[in-house]
């Protein structure tokens, strides 16, 4: 039996946690450099201010309606995250963490599972002051569709057990087929063609021609539908095949310095990302860009190259980025746009090492450990010189509210 | 064994679930000679955090900017360890949301509910059924640094 724990509107509702004033208005929170709106708080949602509206034309609500804008304040957010998901631990036998703001639990073995979710909530709302949805089911696909109905009908109190067949049923027939877990919008356009409106047409399909035609995957979720499991708690996902580091530039790059430096920078991401994953890499890619809405000429363009062999080191891919930036430079464009992917990626255990590249690996791993281990202590950050000390090219961050809960000097203030 | 010499300390600024301030005891005062099997023995690092935070996934940090309860030892810019989990009783100093704003007050709850400021020069605040007001949490530590 499973439980999924959502946490309701996550990024509005912990802007809301130190700003009591903030608590019934209208609050909307932008995604990286200020694009468009990623999270709203329910006045907001009132407005009608559709998820993924770009920021400029929040102008007219703001004005208006006295909206609050927040840029993302990662910092927080994480530590509320981990806030939630440690109660989480707590009180439910296994968890796993799913995202941000989402958790699977496994709650086999509750008799009162609608009690079990009350608890649960209670507890997050009083430690954390984060309101969160339960769905629960016996597979993760039914849990997930609990979950949404958990937060879409007020009277069921935040918290649906989804056990009955009957009830299942009910919810399947009215529940729109891309609400599914891991069905797009995409995916659904073309089930829609094969006449699946609902979650329910799914899993009434036969799973083998869905199989042939689609994917396991979704043969699988249409099984889950049915009720019959098939994804377990902390089934291990597949490892991932690349790894991807990009963002658009607060201010347009003109010279190439500036873009080394950007690009140094996300290799030192995405190098952080593969270690975090015990992974290696073994080839990557730089892309660059110009915007294709401005009215010069658009440019964008993409190298990739390889190394001898799997590396996990930072420096071998900074040596990789800068010659494969240089040959797809161009100067006189205004880049809106660069990122890097790491290809090729493997388990840093059962590694076979070519004989080149054997030496000295051991001394790489112990030097990123040690890296990695003084950027996650939260005490110091050490990064490379060659990102540049006080780049022109970071996020736009105009409206970031204090890192309340992790820096002493921007904890909240009380009278 | 006693505790003899405090040969380091290191005071960091996060509560234990993101970092962890300490400040480390050695065991033994460094001597020429011969070594003693036990110098190389430190004990589990005192942690603060043990002494301020009961529930750390419920525990915020808040910093005091008003004089309103100064008789109860509470001075402006001290920092207050909130414990959200803790059910505020009569009597104790809580964190609360009035009028839109964070407060620091001593709870009443009897003969009426109330807010008592702990500075003569402050009026209580009455709170009736439908004021807008939370109780946040109960304080359960005070942190001040001297400059």
Known sequence: MFALVDCNNFYASCEQLFRPDLRHRPVVVLSNNDGCVVSRS???????????????????????????VFSSNYALYADISQRVMRILAELAPEVELYSIDEAFLDVGGIADLEAFGQRLRTTVRQWTGITVAIGMAPTKTLAKLANAAAKRFPATGGVVDLRDRKRQLRLLRIMPVEEVWGVGRRLSRRLRLMGIETAFDLGARDKGELRRRFSVTLARTAAELDGVPCFGLDEAPPPRKQIISSRSFGERVTGLAAMHQAVCAYTATACEKLRRGRQYARSMSVFIQTSPHAAAPYYGNAAHGSLPGPSGDTRDFHRLSRRLLESIWKEGHAYVKAGVMLHD?????PLQLSLLGKQGLHASDTLMAALDRINHSGRGRVFWANQGIDPSWTMFRNHLSPAYTTNWSAIPCVR | MQIQKIKEIEIVGRPEATAGAFVRLATESVSAGFPSPAEDYIEQALDVNDLLVTNPPATFFVKVAGSSMVEAGIHPDDILAVDRSREAR???IVIAIVNGELTVKELATTPTLRLIPRNSAYEPIVLREHDDFEIVGKVTGLVRRFK
């Open chain 1, 42 to 68: 329910p006045a907001a949602k009132a407005l009608g201010i559709p998820m993924g509206e770009p920021a400029y034309r929040l102008r007219e609500a703001i004005a208006r309606h006295d909206v609050e």
């Open chain 1, 345 to 349: 990626c493997c388990p840093t255990t």
């Open chain 2, 90 to 92: 009569h009597g104790d």
